[in-house]
């Protein structure tokens, strides 16, 4: 059976893949194709269908709007927050991939992209595609970073990670260790009260909490220009909330005084049933939460050989240094809500400009037969006006790998937007430390 192919293939449908699609279709590219996108989960949602139970809109993350999500009049600044927040995701894109017809296809699991000389190759759970361009969107949902302690293995109690994390009832009655100094192990040591018998909490390094319970502009663009400078350069990412601090938010700061957060240097090693501290004192515990954050979701990209020596794949301009055909979007300083948009933008019109001239030309409508009539020619058309029998509106004329936007297309983003995505970005990377 012949390889499917494509000119470019989307993989994952969260916030950048959605935004990438988007924008392609805005670029005259046509869903399911032109351009595939395929998603790895059964729903719609990214990795928000994957949260918790209890996490709500606005309590630690916040979701940006989908580009033009106001056709639809849907906005996650107006939803119910009294629902589950991967509930209303799930809703909210599923309905946003409906409207604009962006053909999502899923469950679809990217394995590996392997380069086939002009052509790349994907494999996939659904079969081999034979690409162009590829624009990796896969976030960091699917990869969970657990630090490696001694006595990890010999351990026996449950454990855990924020990705497979349920609910506060699976922790009933038990005495469990939370690890990890972002806003995630704090919000897990809130919801183990008074359900877990006793909570411990371990960070790297202090939590540095800011009394005045809100991000400054000027470290958060500290922080995700250290993400930009590590993609420059091929290393691994930093964490971004080491660089921050931790905003105390009015319920924070009651947690602190009640004794709940109450963070105690790493532990040395892990025993069968019990963590062991620093000082030799040592602590029965049944279970461990880790709340140690994520990697780059990248291992399908292996064959490819991207990687730098020093942990990362350079990405200085959207798109792999290595192979520019492997474009990235929520990638380092992109992996927001706002950022994701942005990217998906930028990414868009880059991957238009490197195959837009090599998209396949689809055939012209047959315009109607004019009528036999005397009297002098109709004027001549101008432009790519379309019949006026078919009903259409006028299409706005392009050509092919031209950046020149059709009307009514987005503008480049402003001064004042580029300010707010710095401190929207931290809501992506806050979660873990």
Do not use: C
């Not at 990796?136 to 990670?161: E, S």
Request: aromatic letters at 8%; proline letters at 8%; glycine letters at 10%.
């Amino acid at each position: 059976m012949p390889d499917e192919s494509a000119s470019v293939v989307v993989i994952g449908a969260g916030q950048a893949g959605l935004s990438v699609a988007y924008y392609l279709q805005r670029l005259g590219m046509r869903a399911g194709s032109d351009f595939l996108v395929l998603d790895r989960g059964p729903l719609a949602g990214g990795a928000w269908q994957n949260r918790w139970e209890s996490l709500r809109l606005g309590s630690a993350h916040r979701v940006h709007d989908l580009p033009n999500m106001k056709a639809l009049d849907l906005s996650f600044d107006s939803a119910d927050r009294s629902r589950p927040a991967r509930d209303v995701v799930v809703e909210y894109y599923a309905r946003y991939e409906e409207f604009f017809d962006l053909r999502v296809r899923r469950p679809s699991q990217v394995t590996a992209v392997f380069d086939r000389g002009a052509d790349l190759v994907l494999r996939s759970t659904t079969g081999d595609i034979v690409a162009q361009a590829v624009v990796n969107a896969t976030g960091t949902w699917g990869a969970p970073f657990v630090p490696y302690y001694p006595g990890l293995q010999q351990f026996r109690g449950q454990q855990v990670h924020t990705a497979t994390y349920s609910a506060a009832e699976d922790f009933r009655g038990q005495r469990v260790l939370v690890v990890g100094g972002g806003t995630s192990a704090i919000g897990f040591l809130l919801e183990l009260e008074g359900v877990a018998q006793k909570t411990f909490w371990a960070t790297r390094r202090p939590v540095d909490y800011m009394d005045h319970g809100t991000l400054s502009l000027e470290d958060a663009v500290t922080a995700v220009a250290a993400q930009d400078a590590a993609a420059r350069s091929g290393r691994a990412l930093p964490s971004i909330v080491s660089g921050t601090g931790v905003p105390k938010t009015r319920r924070i700061a009651a947690g602190i005084a009640r004794g709940v957060l109450d963070a105690r240097p790493m532990f040395s090693r892990l025993e069968e049933d019990a963590v062991v501290w620093p000082d030799g004192s040592r602590e029965p515990i049944d279970a461990i939460v880790w709340a140690t954050g994520f990697r780059p979701d990248v291992r399908h990209l292996s064959p490819l050989h991207l990687h730098e020596k020093e942990g990362g794949i350079v990405v200085a301009t959207g798109a792999a240094e290595r192979d520019p055909r492997i474009f990235f979007a929520g990638y380092g300083p992109t992996a927001s809500t706002v950022g994701a948009n942005r990217a998906g933008r930028v990414v868009a019109r880059q991957v238009f400009a490197a195959i837009g001239n090599r998209l396949p030309q689809p055939a012209p409508e047959p315009l109607p037969e004019p009528a036999l009539q005397p009297g002098p020619q109709s004027a001549p058309r101008q432009g790519r006006q379309a019949p006026a029998e078919s009903g259409l509106p006028p299409q706005p004329a392009r050509a092919r790998g031209s950046f020149r936007p059709a009307t009514g297309e987005v503008p480049v983003s402003n001064r004042r937007e580029e300010e707010k995505d710095a401190v929207s970005i931290l809501a992506r990377f806050f979660a873990d430390d």
